[in-house]
DNA sequence: TTGACAATGAGAACGACTCTTATTACGATT
DNA sequence: AATCGTAATAAGAGTCGTTCTCATTGTCAA
């Protein structure tokens, strides 16, 4: 994908960094994922590369907005391609897992963040974006779950 | 506050779990709080607390639906009173200075929070709350950049 | 009072992440 | 093509928030 490495390269060219091998595998990586990845998730589909070099690498990466770190209540991050090279979407968060699934775009919603966004007085706050996280259970753990109840509940 | 103490204590009972001197002075601490609180912050409006004590009871009160442990970008947690003690509410986040802040429950954005989360098929995921962060500067940080532009551009 | 068990606190252990440093790769210049 | 300056890399040590361990103390019930 030719053009998106010229996105790429123009966002990290200011930074005085450059478009290396590392980072475009690193960048492919996350593309390739449907969902966003820990550093070990990383590490285990790009093979050869450096812990510490995985680190570094989307800490530049994320400082040119071309990855995403993203918070959980799990004790280690998770990375995406920033919204620049995708889309603008949210988060469905399993509390039984810590499974991170992406979630559609909903238009009201985000009609109804930007209105709130922009009626925000200047001296309270001044917004530049928002993150929206649904927590509840993905299929696989609501069945455990029930499996669970069932089997207390019948013997 | 007495009728807290009930509300706290039949919270805890089920998790066979007592409301310590420890636990009550913890839940006075986070209430006293205008913003979510880090440990260290904890530790020092009650003086003569564990680290450890600190981390385990607030790991207790989460259990039992009585703290929140707010996560930001910054590496390490901060805590607050859980909604059923306070408000349903969110934050915004200051992306200088890391300083969280209660922003006030919209009516708008919860009507169609809740009609997402209701009209989400069971096989995909199953809601049962969510998060909203609104990301920029507080006042302060603006100001300093404003500074910051203004020391670069006259000199 | 005694027994059972929860609560406490000091510090060790753990793990995610960052920093250090020596080496290697790349681009521009001759 | 050789050279030089700088960015990139990788291994491992270091940092620090958080959790675990365990010996001791507090609390409730009989």
Redesign the interface.
Known sequence: MPEVDQIVAARLRPLGQRLTPRRRSLLEILRSARHPLTIHEILERGRGLAMSSVYRNLTVLEQAGLVH?V???EDFARYELAEELTEHHHH?I??GCGLV?DMPT?V??ER??R???AG?P??????????????????DC?QRRERATQAKGGG
């Open positions: 770190r918070i959980t209540r469905l399993c509390s699934r909903d009201r919603v109804v963040m209105s709130v966004m925000m200047a001296d309270v706050f001044t917004p530049q974006s928002h993150r929206i996280d649904v927590m509840g259970m993905c299929p609501v």
